[in-house]
């Protein structure tokens, strides 16, 4: 089956999704401890423009301001009933900065932020409630795809993406974050991903966030030898060190992650982005080699 997503990808032989969100809002002047998703009613303007940066900087995709739109973690900001209205209106500013343009727009979802039992104290039936009130919400306000992001543990991702499949037919994306290198917290590897989850209906899996590019790109290798699916490839740059103002400073510059660029692609990169740290510079020097390769 068709969608835009595949038709997109299709005839463009690579994508460019966006980068950061929450780093990049902070250096726009949103607090450190406050959850990006509040400035979905209290600053939309910081929101839209940090969208069409990244159109201008060249993406394909634009994932919406929802990473932390779920009700646990909305509760942290005082938002844990309006789940509903904050992934509308997170998908409406996304639209507007999109106008006309031939630019997708995917619902960011992210991890719930506590650990499903026997681990921690979430039961697994009311994390997939939990994601289908995301994912019913993202889907009705019209997203093109659905980017299930920054997972960690299968159990989750299986909640996340039967919780979405049960309210639509959106494209699903689902991406594992390496944060100990080569394996996730919970000691997930790139094979073991993508064969648990092969027998869903899935239009791409992917990689995002890590350690570092050079991690990023030996999962990357590993799980193309695994999977015929599209992989989505969003490394962050580098982990951060904390100046003395108390603020993350990222040390992979742009033209270090462009470098990359043909790099990720010879090992299978299908969409490109970044994660934790990139600007629209970091973006604007890896589309412009995504351009190239598209020659």
Request: proline share 3%; hydrophobic share 40%; net charge negative.
């Amino acid at each position: 089956m068709t969608n835009k997503f595949t038709d997109l990808l299709n005839s463009n032989k690579y994508l460019v999704s966006d980068g950061a969100t929450g780093s990049n809002l902070q250096q726009r002047g949103l607090d450190k401890g406050k959850a990006a998703e509040n400035w979905i009613f209290e600053n939309p303007e910081a929101i839209k423009q940090l969208h069409l940066d990244f159109i201008n900087a060249g993406s394909d995709i634009l994932l919406t301001c929802t990473f932390g739109a779920n009700r646990l973690r909305l509760e942290h900001g005082g938002l844990g009933d309006k789940v509903k209205e904050t992934n509308i209106q997170a998908v409406q500013i996304a639209r507007e900065a999109v106008g006309d343009r031939n630019i997708l727009i995917a619902g960011s979802m992210g991890p719930l932020g506590q650990m499903l039992k026997p681990l921690g104290s979430l039961d697994v039936e009311d994390a997939h409630q939990i994601y289908t009130e995301q994912a019913l919400a993202l889907s009705t306000a019209g997203v093109d795809l659905l980017i299930i992001e920054t997972q960690f543990d299968i159990d989750e991702a299986t909640a996340a993406i039967l919780g979405a499949r049960s309210v639509c037919e959106t494209p699903i994306i689902c991406s594992f974050s390496y944060d100990r290198g080569v394996k996730t917290m919970m000691g997930i590897s790139p094979t073991k991903m993508a064969q648990m989850l092969s027998k869903f209906d899935l239009s791409a899996v992917g990689i995002n966030c890590g350690k570092s590019l050079q991690d990023n790109l030996t999962c990357l290798k590993e799980l193309r030898q695994v999977t015929g699916l599209p992989i989505w490839f969003k490394p962050n740059a580098g982990l951060p060190t904390v100046d003395e103002m108390g603020n993350a400073v990222y040390t992979t510059t742009p033209a270090d992650m462009g470098n990359e660029v043909v790099n990720w692609i010879a090992e299978g990169a299908a969409i490109i982005g970044g994660c934790c740290g990139t600007s629209p510079a970091h973006l604007a020097a890896m589309a412009a080699e995504v351009k190239k390769s598209r020659a």
